[in-house]
């Protein structure tokens, strides 16, 4: 059974800094992408920053330049370190694995969610 857990969400500034942090357990394989997803109420969760088990990365517009996403595949850790945050970053922040079959088809989990709070 895979289990993500995020960690470091909180009250921040704007202009502020918060890293998130995922630990992923269970039987992981590759390839695979860890990523990081928000919502807010009343609208879609969207990605923010996913990063594949090769090492390509996708993010947001949004976040591009502001936020980085690495990963500790040893670890099964993925961080998402958000820089110069806005209260438009204000979300809960839901940390995603997705295991790919080699007919393309993934299966999908999800953490329960860390909120991130961007005010002054």
């Known amino acids: 059974q895979v289990q993500l857990v995020e960690s470091g969400g909180g009250l921040v500034q704007p202009g502020g800094s918060l890293r998130l942090s995922c630990a992923a357990s269970?039987?992981?394989?590759?390839?695979?992408?860890m990523g990081w997803y928000r919502q807010v109420p009343g609208k879609q969760r969207e990605l923010v920053a996913a990063?594949?088990?090769?090492?390509?990365?996708n993010y947001a517009g949004s976040v591009t330049g502001r936020f980085t996403i690495f990963r500790d595949n040893a670890k099964n850790m993925v961080y998402l370190q958000m820089n110069s945050l806005k209260p438009e970053d204000t979300a809960v922040y839901y940390c995603?694995?997705?295991?790919?079959?080699?007919?393309?088809?993934?299966?999908?989990?999800w953490g329960r969610g860390t909120q991130v709070t961007v005010s002054s």
């Open positions: 995603n694995l997705r295991v790919f079959a080699v007919d393309g088809t993934f299966m999908e989990y």
């Open positions: 269970g039987s992981i394989f590759s390839p695979n992408t």
């Open positions: 990063r594949h088990s090769g090492g390509s990365t």
